[in-house]
């Protein structure tokens, strides 16, 4: 982790307590908040396929009745619109994204949430089709990074970490762009498009920046794949379970955040995802 990167983004994960919210939604049908009904209280959680929902899978299969929780699951393959939802009241609590995404997003909407401690880490990685090390990197190849702030950020980071590029002093990594590269020396084309698609097209490219859900979805391996890979270690990119602000005290949603930081789920994490994947952040 580079210095910068390291120093901003733990300022910014400090600083997400102070983040606030309005109601939340149950079963994406209102605003009041979980709804109990016979004892159990049924909350809606919007999460990336890969691993949030079967992380959440797993503490539906297993913990929640005990808790008195039932899960409803959304998917959703995109970044932009779980946050949406969850603004809108369509779904309880979300669980998809990390500190510095929650921040750029808080900042540019005007969403006003709450996160709860990091469940797990999903390293970054830096992949190719056609190197087997980024030693072989040609001068003026083109790179991909994703297109929405934060993640342009991180990826800049990724490079950076790499030894590939050097950002300017100071640069705030939540909101760097490919403007703020102080040095370049193999000339590196940076072409942001969105996260999800960067696996994809990976062929159009000599090296994407690739966040983890994304790679899992596309079948990679990072321990064996990744030219590059983040440190899981005291990273500042752990996943948060975020809700609104009225809801950061619902009794549901602290066991739901509860029973995703047991050591049952940290086994299921460690079980599951062999390959360094996915990481417990506790």
Known sequence: M???????????????????LSACGA??????????EGGVTAITIGASPKPHAEI?????????????????????????IPNQALNDGEIDANFYQTPNFLEQQVE???YEFHAFEGVHIEPMGLYS???????????????????DPANT?????????????????????VSATPA??????????FTTLEAAQIPRSLGDFAVGAVNGNYALEAGLNPKEEALFLEPG????????????EADKDNEALVKLDELLHSEEVKQFILDTYTDGSVIPAF
């Not at 102080?182 to 590196?188: D, G, R, S």
């Open 2 to 20: 580079t210095r910068i990167d390291r120093r901003t983004l733990l300022a910014s994960s400090a600083g997400l307590a102070a983040l606030t």
């Open 27 to 36: 079963r994406g049908t209102s605003s009041d908040g979980p709804t109990e």
């Open 56 to 80: 959440l899978q797993y503490v539906q299969d297993n913990l929640a009745a005990d808790a008195g929780l039932e899960l409803s699951i959304t998917p959703y393959t995109d970044y932009q």
């Open 108 to 110: 540019e909407k005007g």
């Open 129 to 147: 089709e056609s190197l087997s090390s980024l030693d072989d990197i040609a001068d003026g190849a083109e790179v991909a990074v994703a297109n």
């Open 153 to 173: 950020g991180r990826g800049l980071a990724l490079f950076e970490s790499a030894g590939l590029i050097t950002l300017t002093e100071g640069v705030d990594i």
């Open 180 to 189: 703020d590269i102080a040095e370049n020396p193999k000339n590196l084309r």
């Open 233 to 244: 270690e005291d990273s500042p990119y752990a996943n948060l379970v975020v809700v609104r």
